[in-house]
Nanobody
């Protein structure tokens, strides 16, 4: 079993930055892919980024958000820059073993999920 805990959310002004963390514990050796998703109020969950031995970002966040990992700390980060009020959402990380690239944007591809961390953007 794998346990994921997100942190780093909060209130951010337009143009500001945040760094989210996703800390994994338990049987972390089984994890190859970690993804970040977000769900805004009244909207469906949306893929943000994923990482295995490479990184993948949704077109909507490309060049503004960056996913990275610290394998020694079993932690994956999501750096969010140039924030907009539209970034308001619950950001969740998810993990799984190997996932094909085309399956990474699909939440059903992931076995483990954290509880999420809330980001609220203000203008």
């Amino acid at each position: 079993q794998v346990h994921l805990v997100e942190s780093g959310g909060g209130l951010v002004q337009a143009g500001g930055s945040l760094r989210l963390s996703c800390a994994a514990s338990g049987r972390t050796i089984s994890i190859l892919t970690v993804g970040w998703f977000r769900q805004a109020p009244g909207k469906e969950r949306e893929f943000v980024a994923a990482i295995n031995w490479s990184t993948y970002h949704a077109d909507s966040v490309m060049s503004r958000f960056t996913i990275s990992r610290d394998s020694a700390e079993n932690t994956v980060y999501l750096q969010l820059n140039t924030m907009t009020p539209e970034a308001t959402a619950l950001y969740s990380c998810a993990a799984s073993s190997f996932i094909w690239i085309r399956a990474m944007p699909h939440s059903s591809s992931y076995n483990y999920w954290g509880q999420g961390t809330q980001i609220t953007g203000s203008s």
